[in-house]
């Protein structure tokens, strides 16, 4: 029995242990397979994943497309930039290496606060930036120290350079580096790579996509610490695109010279084609110290100034035209059938209901015809007019010389101004259009508001009857305009009427040019910013000498050149110069800048001349005002314990985004147009 | 299986040299593979490891030596032993304030939860020869064993390690298997596991046990965390290919993305470079090894050296069947190396144990033939 019962369990084990061995064979085959799966079937794949954990991309900062004048003369390039970034992983004693780079460097506490959030944040071996710009004596101090500083990287690489500086500000704008915001929108690796800039504003940043280029990049080996093993390969980065602009360079410094101490904006249009040659704001920032990354000091000084350099009066200054519109309104005038040579009588006031509209002329003009009327800027001929026609007649005409449209130019923000008629009116007010509105309009007062561009506009197209567009980017064959179909017997009494103005013996003489056979043909203008009250208008209206900069008048010119064949247009618009000083008033100026475009010498020898007597070149104004904004504060901060820069490296790098956003776009300007009576 | 005598003294000649070449074969292989983990060096685990090799190798030899008889006389006071050794640890554990798994022995750090897969086996062997034939079918059968590997498990279970607790209770399994414990039993209580399973992993498991079963059922969902090993290994193997980036290429292992590279995921370390060719030369190796093993147990004339021998190949086959299962994905990150081929003494001693035991098993059984 027991031996019966032992074979048996022999032979029960014997049929386990093979059953175990079956279940063990079958495992050995399932592992088999899996191997098979991952290393033949899903090999592709994970070979994939091995490369992409292997190998890594380190990103260089392509060049950026140069924006060059009609004759290929740079308004932004780039420089070489010596920089030194810190490589996280690479960095054996953060500390230390700090300490030894501060002297060396001569880093601030506030770029050392910086470095050390920047370092705390990164890791690996994306670099963090240390210092840009660098001149060649700390980078190379830096260059020979190298085996002491385990992850310190000087590098060689570009930046942004403005050859006009403060000349082209608000006509190029500026790069940065990339906001948060930026990076949110647009993940790309490029935009956290250090010394990677685009454009904040501007030209800058409308072009960003033609402007930037491809990335440079080179193929590394890394651990899974992020510890650099060898270079695979590199590609040479492919510079952006150049952009070439209808400015021309010289015109543009030009401009910007000329205005001189003002708050001013000057454009000069070609009558023909649109081409805008210069297109100037001053005072401006200087996009080259805001690209590098401006200090607080300086933006400070730029916000506060009264003359708003960070404003580009061209497109954003809103103003009302004053007598500049009267060509134009003259041409509605003889659109509306009425002959040149009507007469008004002006005695100095005209009562519309109960109120007198008073000329600008205390005595009148007596008998004035329009080219009388224009020259001298006579008020009480478009009171007339406009009383007898109602500005519904006037204002198809205006729109079609260019106000209250918006030009494709490439800008983030323009404000375009008013046009007013009673469909306007009814619309925005809900009240209906009276006489006294038609009158206030007619010299262009009231609800009229245009910004310079649209006047440099007006004036190209009042010159040829032509329908210029002002284009920027040279960038296809532009044939000159097609013509308006405006009257050519119009267009001639107009020239008529705008040459007296200057060489007529009227309002605008200053502005003759000293050349023999070239004359201007122009318009003067005031605006006035404040409310003259009755009770001033019996003392005696106070001189604008006798007031604070903010409520002087603004002065306007708008002009064309030669006269009688007209190619160039111009229109200067000073802020509250208020005909205080006659060198730097609109007359004179656009006659240098009219003379710079036939007899360029000539030009530069007046402004040589004249320069000193307003403080040197714009660069050198800048400089002399952050030296004394710069004492002006240290005076201060004297005074009180100075306050503790908190994130003082936090803020320096806000103030890049908050010049982008301190021009506030307004597409409707009508909603917080500048009134002025 | 042994050369032919005369030129060699017999107690050499005896020796079932093949087999011994095969385990040095997968032996060699595994320093190979240690000596590219460590970026083309044999330090500083191809040449330490290969001391350990031999010298265990060694001890096999020894085992090999013991009559069988004195396996089963020395099967129970040799658990008991380690059971108590168990606790200490858990004692010596507690008082230190922490978990411990080893008892340092001044040349060796001895972990008697590693000492107790063998030992389990050669008990249970013992029990159930010396268990009357006929009560195989009853309880009596059964509770002794459940006891026999419960209390180990438990203790182990406690340090924690779910890997040796597992090890230990499947090679207890085993011999119960084999023994003749009825079939359904088996089948009933592997259903009782799957609706056991959840209930384990909800309350019984250690938070980062618990982690590793979740994340092995979803790795995706923890890529950078646990998760992290089993992609990479995964990355490692399948970027191999059939015939591996070769000797000292690979990337995964030498740029530091697999970890454990040169422990619990040598398979992945040595796959990178030789492919799937290297997978399944391990695979038949140890294959060949077990199937020896198996062929140990069926030659027995014992029913002690029969279950001894069937459940010790288990015992082998459950490491290599695991790790392997963990490297690729298959089952949970567990912490069981590739025996012979992983760095570290512990499981090398394990195995060589068993070896050599299944050594002098089989050579009771040549010697029993003789007669």
Known sequence: ?677 | MSLSPGIVPQPISQFPWRIILLVVAIGSFGLVVLYSAAGGSLYPWAWSQGIRFFAFLAMALVLSRVPEGFWALAALPMYVVILLMLMGVEALGAVAGGSQRWLDLGFIRLQPSELMKPAIVLALARFYEMLPVGEIRKFGAIWPAGVLIGLPAALVMLQPDLGTALMITFGGLTVMFLAGIPLRLFIGGALGVAVMIPILVNFVLHEYQRNRVLIFLNPENDPLGTGYHISQSKIAIGSGGIFGKGFLNGTQSHLDYLPEGHTDFALATMMEEWGLLGGLFVIAAFAILIGWGIGVSMRAKSRFGRLTAAALSATIFFYVAINMAMVMGLAPVVGIPLPLISFGGTALMTVMICFGILMSIDRQSRQVQRW
């Open chain 1, 1 to 677: 029995m027991a031996r019966i019962g032992e074979a048996a369990q022999t032979y029960s084990f014997s049929r386990r242990a093979l059953m175990l061995g079956g279940v063990q064979g079958a495992v050995a085959l399932v592992l088999a397979g899996r191997m098979t799966w991952l290393s033949v079937f899903e090999n592709e794949r994970y070979q994939m994943l091995a490369e992409s954990n292997r190998v890594n991309l380190t990103l260089s900062p392509p060049r950026r497309g140069w924006i060059v004048d009609r004759n290929n003369i740079p308004l932004a390039n780039n420089r070489t930039d010596f920089r030194v970034d810190l490589i996280p992983d690479r960095v054996e004693d953060k500390e230390r290496t700090i300490a030894t780079l501060q002297p060396i460097l001569r880093l601030t506490p506030e770029d050392v606060a910086r470095i050390r959030t920047d370092l705390k944040r990164a890791a690996g071996f994306r670099p963090v930036p240390v210092l840009e710009n660098l001149d060649w004596e700390r980078f190379a101090a830096v260059s020979v120290r190298l085996p002491e500083l385990a992850g310190v990287s000087p590098t060689r690489g570009f930046a942004r350079n403005y050859p006009l500086g403060a000349g082209v500000g608000h006509l190029i704008g500026y790069v940065g580096a990339a906001s948060a915001e930026q990076l949110k929108e647009e993940k790309n690796p490029l935009l956290v790579t250090p010394g990677f800039k685009l454009g904040k504003d501007g030209l800058e940043k409308t072009l960003e996509a033609k402007l930037r280029g491809q990335p440079g990049a080179k193929r590394v080996e890394v651990t899974a610490r992020g510890k650099l093993v060898r270079e695979l390969a590199t590609r040479p980065d492919v510079p952006g695109e150049t952009v070439k602009l209808t400015i021309d360079a010289g015109l543009q410094e030009y401009c910007a010279r000329r205005l001189a101490d003002n708050s001013g904006s000057i454009v000069v249009l070609d009558c023909l084609t649109g081409d805008v040659l210069a297109m100037v704001s001053m005072p401006a920032y200087d996009p080259n110290s805001f690209s590098d990354g401006i200090s607080q000091s300086e933006w400070k000084m730029l916000a506060e100034d009264d003359h708003v350099p960070l404003m580009n009066k061209v497109l954003q200054g809103l103003y009302p035209p004053g007598s500049t519109v009267k060509p134009m309104h003259a041409l509605a005038i003889l659109q509306a059938g009425i002959s040149p040579q009507a007469t008004v009588h002006c005695g100095g006031a005209l009562q519309v209901g109960r109120r007198a509209f008073h000329c600008h002329k205390r005595g009148g003009h007596g008998a004035v015809n329009m080219e009388r009327a224009v020259a001298q800027s006579c008020d009480i001929y478009f009171y007339a007019m406009a009383r007898e026609l109602g500005y519904d007649r006037f204002a198809p005409t205006v729109r079609q010389m260019g106000l209250g449209a918006r030009y494709d130019l490439p800008y983030p923000s323009q404000r375009y101004g008013t046009v007013p008629d009673s469909a306007w009116k009814l619309k925005k007010y809900k009240q209906p259009w009276t006489v006294a509105d038609s009158v206030n309009a007619s010299i262009g007062q009231g609800w009229v508001l245009a910004n310079p561009l649209q006047l440099a506009v007006m004036a190209a197209r009042l010159a040829q009857g032509r329908e210029i567009v002002p284009r920027l980017l040279l960038d296809k064959p532009h044939p000159p305009a097609p013509s308006m179909g405006i009257d050519p017997q119009h267009i001639a009494t107009i020239r008529q009427c705008m040459w007296a103005v200057v060489n007529g013996g009227g309002t605008g003489g200053a502005a003759r040019l000293p050349l023999p056979d070239i004359q201007i043909a122009g318009k003067t203008g005031t605006a006035q910013v404040r409310a003259i009250t009755t009770a001033e208008r019996r003392s005696g209206v106070l001189g604008n000498a006798q007031l604070p900069f903010r409520l002087r008048d603004h002065t306007l010119f708008v002009a064309f050149a030669p006269a009688d064949n007209p190619r160039y247009a111009i229109s200067v618009v000073l802020e509250h110069h208020g005909h205080i000083n006659r060198n730097t008033d609109v007359g004179p100026t656009a006659r240098d800048v009219m003379t710079y475009l036939f007899d360029r010498d000539r030009a530069v020898a007046t402004l040589h001349e004249l320069e000193p007597t307003w403080g040197g070149t714009y660069q050198e104004r800048l400089a002399k005002q952050a030296e004394a904004f710069e004492a002006a504060r240290a005076a201060a901060r004297a005074a009180p314990p100075p306050p503790v820069p908190e994130d003082a490296a936090a803020a320096a790098s806000n103030v890049a985004s908050a010049a982008a956003n301190a021009t506030v776009p307004v597409e409707d300007a009508a909603a917080s147009q500048e009134r002025s009576e």
